[in-house]
C-alpha cells in the first residue's frame, strides 16, 4: 500500500473511503468495454462540503478525482485506471425540494434517474428523461453527459430540464448556477457549460430539474420495413400524421439478439430487415384510426410490411423491450459502440453510404443497427467476433473509427450524439468539432481546473 | 366446436390507480382502460385451439356500458370472429356476470368457455366457478395447459402444491393462470378487418336479469405505502443486518 493510500483511509473514513480489491474494481469501471480499473481508493461524499474538502485535498497532494455516478456511462468516463481516487455520489441520493408550482425537484446529484420519474409520476408529473438505464444512472451523471435517451423528439435532452446547480470547481468554489430560474439574463449562463462537461469542469452535487405535465395516454406501433429508407420514409409520414413522443429503430439482427434472451416474442411472425418503434398519442378511436391510415398508406407506398400496436400499456411496455434491451442483450459480446448523429434530413444518404462503406471494407463483423433515428442518432454496433482476441479487435477498430468518422465528417455529423467522449472518442473529438473550438476548450477547463485533478485525460485529447 | 370467450374490461394493469377524493372508488376518468390480461390470456387461448383446427368458432363476450366495445373490438382484432356486448350502465358483482353467462351459454352453446381465473381490478375469482356451478357443468380452474381431444379436455392446474392435471367432459368451464400462454400483440391489418366482424349489442335487462351488485362497498383507501428498503454495502453487513432482524 503506497503511503499516501494508507492516509486517504484514515482521513476520509467519515466518506466511507476503502481501497478493497472489490471496491476498486467496481467503482473503477463503468459500463464501456475494454477498460482496464485501477484508482486509488473510493470515496463517498455525504454533502456539498465533504466535496469541497475532497477537491482541496486533491490540489494539495497532486490526486486526480474521478467523478462516479451511477457508471452507466458508455464512454469511459467515469473508469479509473490511472490511480485516480473516485468521488461516488452513491450517499448523495436525497431528494431536497419539490416545487409544485414551477414545476420542478431539487435533488443531490446522486438520485437515481428513475427515482426523479417515480416521484414526479406520484405528484401527477412527468420527468421525460429516459432511457433503458434510467434504473441505476445518476442525475449528475445525465448532466454531465447531457443525455438523451427515448424522448429527445419531444421532450429534448437533460440540458432542457436543469433549472439550476450546485457545482464545486477545481479550485473548490461552490458555485450556484442559475438559481432554478427560467428568465435569468444576466451574463454568460455557466450552468450551460457544466452540461455535458463529463466530470472535467466540475464536480455538480445538487441539481434543481424542472417538471411537466404527463402525456396523454399513448400507444406504440412496431412496423417491419424493407430498408432504412423506407424507415425514414415512415418517420417523414409519421411525424406529419401523428403526435410522436418516440421514433426508434432497429434491425432484425438485433432483434434476433433480444429474442435469443428467451423473455420476448417477436412483433409479427414474418421477419423483415428493420423495425420501427413508433410512440404516439393515442387517446380516442379517431387517433387510433388515424395511425391505422399512416399504417395503410405506408402499406401502399411499400414504406411497411407488416406492424403491431399495443392494445395496453403492458403491451406497450412488452414492445419497448424488443428496443431497450438491445444493449444489454449484446454486451457480453464486447461490441464497439459508435454513437453518431447526422441531421435526419441528411440521414438516408448518409445511412447508404454508411452501410456501403461497412459492407466494402468489414464484411467480416456483425452490426448491429438501432438508435433514436428520429432524432438523427444512430447506435452503430460492431460485435467482436468469437473468436478474435480483444486487442486483434481493439486495433481493428481504429480502422473502423477512422473510416465512420471519416464519412461523420463529411456530412457534419457528430461522432457522440449523447454518450459523450470519455476515454474512447476524445481522439476523434477534431472529426466533429473544430481546432479553433478545442482549443477554447482547453482554456475553459484551465480556468475551471487550473491544477488538472478533475477527471484527467477524459473528453479532451492530449494536446500534440 | 364454439368456443366462448369473457373479456372484462379493467384499468390498464401498468396504471398506479388512485382512490378518488371521496374516498367512494378508485379514479377512471382518463385512465387506460385494457383486457384484464387473464382475459386476454383466455382469448389467446381460444385462438389457439381454433387455429390448431380442435374448434371452429371463438365468440368474445363482454358485459359493461359502451367503453367496453373498445375491448371487444381488440379481441375481434386479435382474432375472435363475432362478439357479444351487454350493455349495463352500472358495474355488477360476480353472481350477476354468471347469470347473464348463463343466458349466453345457453343461447349459444358453446364446447368450451375459457375465462380468466379472476380480474385484476376486484381480484374476486368467482364468476368462473359460479358461470359452472349454475350450467351444471365440470369446471377447471387455474389452468396453464389445456388439451382439448375429442369430447373431453386435459386440464394442468396450478394449485398451491404444484401442478394438478385433471381431465373434464366437455362442455366445461377452464379459468386461465397467467402461464397458459404469452397474448398475440395486435396486427394494424387485423384492427382495420375487426371493423368489419360482427358485434351485437343487448341490453342486460333484455335476459331478464337486473344488474346488481349484492357487496356493498363501504370505503376505498390508498394501500399503506411501502418501506424503503436499505441499501447494504456487502455481503457481511447483509448478513449481520438479517441476524439483527432475526431472519438469520
Ligand atoms: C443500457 C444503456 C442504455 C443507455 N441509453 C442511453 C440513451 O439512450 N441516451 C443517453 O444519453 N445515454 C444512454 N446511456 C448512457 C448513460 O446511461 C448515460 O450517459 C447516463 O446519463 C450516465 O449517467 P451515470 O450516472 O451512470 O454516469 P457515469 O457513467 O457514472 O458518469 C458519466 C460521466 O459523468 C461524470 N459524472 C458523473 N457524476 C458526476 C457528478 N456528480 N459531477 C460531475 N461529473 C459527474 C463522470 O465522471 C463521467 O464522465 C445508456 C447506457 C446504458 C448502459
Redesign the interface.
Known amino acids: 500500500m503506497s503511503p499516501l493510500n494508507d492516509s486517504i483511509l484514515p482521513r476520509f473514513e467519515s466518506m466511507g473511503a476503502r481501497n478493497d480489491a472489490d471496491s476498486l474494481d467496481k467503482y473503477g469501471r463503468d459500463h464501456s468495454s475494454f477498460s482496464m480499473p485501477d484508482p486509488l481508493a473510493v470515496v463517498f461524499p455525504r454533502n456539498t462540503e465533504d466535496v469541497v474538502e475532497l477537491v482541496q485535498y486533491a490540489r494539495e497532494h497532486g490526486i486526480a478525482l474521478v467523478p462516479s455516478g451511477g457508471r452507466t456511462g458508455l464512454s469511459g468516463g467515469a473508469v479509473a485506471s490511472h490511480q485516480e481516487l473516485v468521488v461516488s455520489f452513491e450517499k448523495m441520493n436525497k431528494i431536497i425540494d419539490f416545487d409544485p408550482l414551477a414545476p420542478a425537484i431539487t435533488v443531490e446529484a446522486g438520485v437515481i434517474t428513475a427515482t426523479v420519474q417515480d416521484y414526479a409520476r406520484d405528484q401527477g408529473l412527468f420527468f421525460p428523461v429516459d432511457y433503458a438505464s434510467s434504473g441505476s444512472s445518476q442525475v449528475g451523471g445525465n448532466v454531465a453527459t447531457n443525455a438523451g435517451g427515448i424522448k429527445v423528439l419531444r421532450y429534448g435532452l437533460t440540458r432542457d430540464w436543469v433549472l439550476g446547480m450546485t457545482v464545486v470547481t477545481g479550485q473548490g468554489e461552490v458555485l450556484k448556477l442559475n438559481n432554478a430560474l427560467v428568465k435569468n439574463a444576466t451574463g454568460l449562463d455557466l450552468r450551460h457549460l457544466m452540461i455535458g462537461s463529463e466530470g472535467t469542469l466540475g464536480l455538480i452535487t445538487e441539481v434543481t430539474l424542472g417538471l411537466t405535465s404527463p402525456p396523454p395516454q399513448q400507444a406504440v406501433m412496431v412496423l417491419g420495413c424493407p430498408d432504412m429508407d423506407q424507415v425514414m420514409a415512415l418517420f417523414a409520414r409519421a411525424r406529419n400524421q401523428l403526435t410522436l413522443s418516440a421514433y426508434e429503430f432497429f434491425s432484425d439482427k438485433a432483434l434476433q439478439h433480444v429474442l435469443d434472451g428467451g423473455q420476448s416474442q417477436p412483433p409479427f411472425d414474418e421477419r423483415t430487415p428493420y423495425y420501427a418503434l413508433i410512440e404516439f398519442d393515442c387517446t380516442d378511436d379517431s387517433d387510433q384510426d388515424r395511425a391505422l391510415a399512416v399504417f395503410s398508406n405506408s402499406l401502399e407506398a411499400g414504406e411497411v410490411v407488416d406492424g403491431v400496436i399495443s392494445q395496453s400499456d403492458s403491451q406497450a411496455a412488452e414492445l419497448w423491450t424488443l428496443r431497450e434491451h438491445i444493449s444489454e442483450r449484446i454486451s457480453h459480446l464486447l461490441p464497439h459502440k459508435n454513437d453518431i448523429a447526422v441531421r435526419v434530413a441528411r440521414l438516408p444518404e448518409f445511412l447508404k453510404k454508411l452501410d456501403a462503406l461497412l459492407h466494402e471494407h468489414y464484411p467480416q463483423f456483425e452490426v448491429i443497427w438501432f438508435g433514436h433515428i428520429g432524432d438523427g442518432n444512430l447506435h452503430l454496433n460492431i460485435l467482436k467476433p468469437a473468436d478474435w482476441s480483444i486487442e486483434a479487435f481493439k486495433q481493428e477498430t481504429a480502422s473502423i473509427n477512422a473510416h465512420v468518422y471519416g464519412l461523420v465528417k463529411e456530412y457534419a455529423g457528430s461522432i457522440s450524439a449523447e454518450h459523450g467522449l470519455g476515454l474512447l472518442k476524445r481522439d476523434h473529438l477534431s472529426d466533429s468539432r473544430s481546432e479553433a473550438e478545442i482549443q477554447l476548450m482547453r482554456q475553459i477547463r484551465l480556468l475551471f481546473d487550473p491544477d488538472g485533478i478533475l477527471n484527467p485525460g477524459k473528453m479532451l485529447p492530449d494536446p500534440i | 366446436m364454439k368456443i366462448l370467450v369473457c373479456l372484462k374490461q379493467v384499468i390498464?394493469?401498468?396504471?398506479?390507480v388512485q382512490v378518488n377524493p371521496d374516498a367512494t372508488g378508485v379514479v377512471t376518468d382518463?385512465v387506460?382502460m385494457?383486457?384484464n390480461?387473464f382475459d386476454?390470456i383466455a382469448l389467446e387461448e381460444a385462438l389457439r385451439l381454433r387455429e390448431a383446427g380442435k374448434a371452429t368458432e371463438v365468440v368474445a363476450v363482454s358485459i359493461g356500458n359502451a367503453s367496453v366495445k373498445?375491448q371487444l373490438r381488440?379481441g375481434l382484432?386479435m382474432g375472435a370472429d363475432r362478439a357479444l356486448h351487454i350493455l349495463s350502465e352500472t358495474a355488477i358483482d360476480p353472481l350477476t356476470a354468471a347469470r347473464v353467462l348463463l343466458k349466453i351459454v345457453e343461447h349459444e352453446a358453446p364446447g368450451l368457455v375459457i375465462m380468466g381465473k379472476q380480474a385484476i381490478d376486484d381480484d374476486c375469482n368467482q364468476t368462473g366457478q359460479m358461470l359452472a356451478a349454475l350450467w351444471d357443468r365440470p369446471q377447471a380452474t387455474f389452468a396453464s395447459e389445456l388439451l382439448v381431444d375429442g369430447q373431453t379436455a386435459r386440464v394442468t392446474r396450478e394449485v398451491d402444491a404444484g401442478l394438478e392435471t385433471i381431465e373434464v367432459d366437455l362442455p366445461a368451464v377452464v379459468t386461465t393462470d397467467l402461464r397458459l400462454n404469452?397474448p398475440?400483440?395486435?396486427?394494424?391489418?387485423d384492427?382495420?378487418k375487426a371493423k368489419r366482424k360482427p358485434l351485437d349489442e343487448s341490453p342486460i335487462d333484455s335476459y331478464g336479469i337486473e344488474a346488481a351488485n349484492a357487496a356493498q362497498a363501504l370505503n376505498y383507501a390508498q394501500p399503506p405505502e411501502r418501506k424503503k428498503g436499505v441499501m447494504v454495502?456487502s455481503i457481511s453487513e447483509l448478513v449481520e443486518a438479517m441476524k439483527q432482524r432475526g431472519v438469520l
Open positions: 390498464d394493469y401498468q396504471v398506479r382518463g387506460k385494457s383486457i390480461p386476454e373498445t381488440t382484432a404469452t398475440r400483440f395486435v396486427k394494424l391489418p384492427i382495420m454495502d
